[in-house]
């Protein structure tokens, strides 16, 4: 995606505000450049509060100074802005390419609207494409890839796991401590039972598959930017 692409997607959400004054920030490149405007507008004058999905937002928050609050003094979010790594002809999400899935789905969880910014390559007909990103404790996290790997032949054409390393080489570390087991499926035959037999499984802390959250999508495509919504 071209950085003109995503400034576009994210400028498309921005006109989306309408008056919210409650508002989630995504984390990742896309969801960058909607910060980055919305701290141009709270330097203006705009007024709202803000949470963020991740560390490095929250960061390029106070940076902008764009006021931050803590999900747990609303009852509500007015929207979330985030981006992408899938997105299905339903509207159904795969996300946590950024390491973030957790809190962006918590935040999503809270908000009344969820709009998704991306590219036209986010597009897909069937998830699965890219790789699953899955949340799991440290604790045995070898016993808990083994689960996953007992049920991945069920869901899909390719079964292979493999523990989410850093630039460094390290294992990588979400901002709740956690490791990420990146699951190659291919194709998922049924994301919605994908969905449930994880979450059965107790060192599974949580999983990106985002189903039946998104409202609406714009999916840039070089100078254009499409509106995808249910």
């Known amino acids: 995606m071209s950085e003109r692409a995503k400034y576009l997607a994210a400028k498309s959400a921005f006109e989306e505000l309408n008056g919210a004054k409650y508002i989630g920030l995504g984390t990742g490149s896309t969801a960058k450049y909607f910060v980055d405007l919305l701290g141009k ?3 203006n004058g705009f007024e709202c509060k803000t949470v963020a999905t991740s560390n490095k937002t929250e960061k390029q928050a106070r940076e902008l100074n764009i006021p931050l609050i803590d999900l747990d003094e609303v009852d509500e979010l007015d929207l979330v802005v985030d981006g992408a790594d ?6 159904n999400l795969i996300k946590g390419g950024g390491g973030a899935l957790l809190r962006e789905k918590i935040v999503a969880s809270k908000s009344k609207k969820i709009i998704i910014i991306a590219d036209k390559s986010k597009l897909v007909t069937t998830l699965g494409k890219f790789p699953l990103p899955i949340e799991i404790n440290k604790f045995a996290h070898k016993t808990t890839m083994r689960a996953i790997e ?3 032949p069920k869901f899909g054409e390719t079964n292979r796991l493999e523990l989410r ?7 990588f570390i979400t901002d709740g401590g956690h490791f990420i087991i990146d699951a190659f499926f291919g194709r998922i035959s049924d994301a919605r039972k994908l969905s449930c037999a994880l979450l059965e499984i107790p060192g599974i802390v949580q999983h ?15 100078e254009d930017v499409y509106r995808y919504e249910k």
Do not use: Q, T, Y
């Open 41 to 43: 507008a709270v330097a």
């Open 208 to 222: 990106g598959l985002f189903l039946n959250m998104c409202d609406l999508a714009l999916v840039a495509d070089n």
């Open 86 to 91: 899938e997105i299905d002809n339903n509207l």
């Open 165 to 171: 390393k850093n630039s460094k080489g390290e294992n």
């Open 150 to 152: 007992k049920i991945m």
